[in-house]
């Protein structure tokens, strides 16, 4: 899982006062003289009726008049074919763009379509959601995402071209709500069930995955400016949806699956010094109390503090109890559980995405509600209409 707190506040280019968008110049000039020709048209039948209205009745008033509305009757018709030309390129033109402007952004696929090309935007800063189509790309079950800048990266899957991987600009969305993906290089491995975490808006970390039946090892760096992958030291255990962080200048792989196991270790690795091999953290604590996981995320709350929340347990149940992991300079990885509980658990199994504004983090799981943790108070709540106003 990544979660990012962004700084960057793009906004939307002023457009020049010529640069009509595509067809919009030409409706609006045939619009222009439809409506002066239904203007003209209109005088001339005011003018017959108000002759008729005034005594001149006879057969060349009423000629006239009969010839008038005809006229305008021709000229309505006209008319409306040319508004109806110009009113997508209009509101095309005048839509709010809610895929630009601020881009703390968490997303999620929707529904239960695995393969959906749909995908789910929701700003805290705006409280805006907004369901888009990706063009231009195969989807497929079991891939990654992950939100670095302006684009969402949709990386690997659990078919033979599952090394592929797209990214999508989400400042880029229109009124017609389609997003257009671009392919960039493949993974050196393809696999699906990838842990992601991004640093520095500069490289994404693909730690493990699921190669069909079979739990991999492989964990490979993007460099995002250069497009090309670089393959990194394996993990000591096969793990796919890990939860993924990063804290200290040292990556954390916690939890996930292997074949049918929900894992109850965690692994890191010096992200500095990456040709040191991975590590296997030593847990103390409320040992008893600290549960393997898989689908849940990990999010880091203080210098030295990372909160494990979410997913399911060994018995496939939903899990809200939350755990707060804490790094002592010795390595040592010491596990609480914590008391505050997740809001309505049962919409919270695996982590999409997530985003932190202020000293709030904002959540989207499976399910299509939005989950936030105050920091400060130390609680859950829940948004379960994105379009509800939360303070």
Not at 232 to 250: D, I, S, T
Not at 289 to 307: F, I, L
Request: glycine share 10%; net charge positive; with cysteine.
């Amino acid at each position: 899982m990544n979660v990012r707190k962004e700084e960057v506040r793009p906004t939307e280019p002023a457009r020049a006062p010529n640069d009509f968008p595509s067809g919009l110049k030409s409706a609006l000039t045939e619009f222009k003289t439809s409506a002066h020709s239904l203007q003209t048209a209109l005088e001339v039948a005011l003018r017959a009726a108000d002759a008729m209205l005034e005594g001149q009745v006879g057969s060349g008033t009423a000629k006239a008049l009969s010839s008038s509305l005809d006229e305008l009757r021709k000229q309505c018709e006209v008319c409306e074919d040319k508004i109806k030309k110009c009113a997508g390129p209009v509101a095309a033109s005048a839509a709010p763009k809610k895929g630009l402007g601020r881009c703390e952004y968490t997303h999620w696929t929707s529904g239960k379509e695995a393969t959906s090309k749909l995908v789910c935007l929701y700003s805290p800063t705006t409280n805006a959601e907004v369901e888009c189509e990706i063009e231009g790309m195969h989807m497929q079950k079991c891939t990654s995402t992950i939100i670095v800048a302006h684009n969402l990266y949709i990386i690997g899957g659990n078919e033979p071209t599952s090394a592929r991987v797209y990214t999508v600009r989400i400042d880029q969305l229109d009124a017609s709500f389609r997003l257009q993906a671009v392919k960039k290089s493949h993974m050196r491995a393809g696999r699906g069930g990838i842990g992601l975490q991004q640093h520095a808006g500069k490289r994404i970390y693909a730690i493990g995955g699921r190669r069909g039946p079979q739990t991999i090892k492989c964990c490979e760096r993007y460099e995002i400016a250069d497009d090309c992958w670089t393959a990194l030291p394996q993990l000591g255990e096969g793990r796919h949806f890990p939860a993924v962080c990063e804290l200290g200048g040292m990556i954390y792989a916690i939890g996930g699956h292997r074949g049918p196991v929900i894992l109850h270790s965690i692994e890191r690795m010096n992200m500095i010094y990456e040709e040191e091999r991975w590590s296997k953290v030593d847990i103390q604590g409320d040992g008893a109390e600290w549960e393997a996981m898989c689908g849940c995320g990990a999010e880091r709350t203080g210098n030295c503090e990372v909160m494990i929340f979410g997913g399911k347990d060994s018995t496939r149940k939903n899990r809200e109890e939350c755990y707060s992991m804490t790094v002592e300079k010795t390595g040592l990885a010491v596990i609480r559980r914590s008391v505050t509980h997740i809001a309505e658990a049962d919409s919270f199994r695996r982590i999409y995405s997530g985003v932190v504004i202020g000293a709030k983090l904002y959540v989207t799981s499976d399910q299509v509600n939005v989950h936030i943790y105050d920091m400060k108070k130390r609680s859950w709540n829940v948004i379960t209409n994105p379009w509800q106003v939360f303070d």
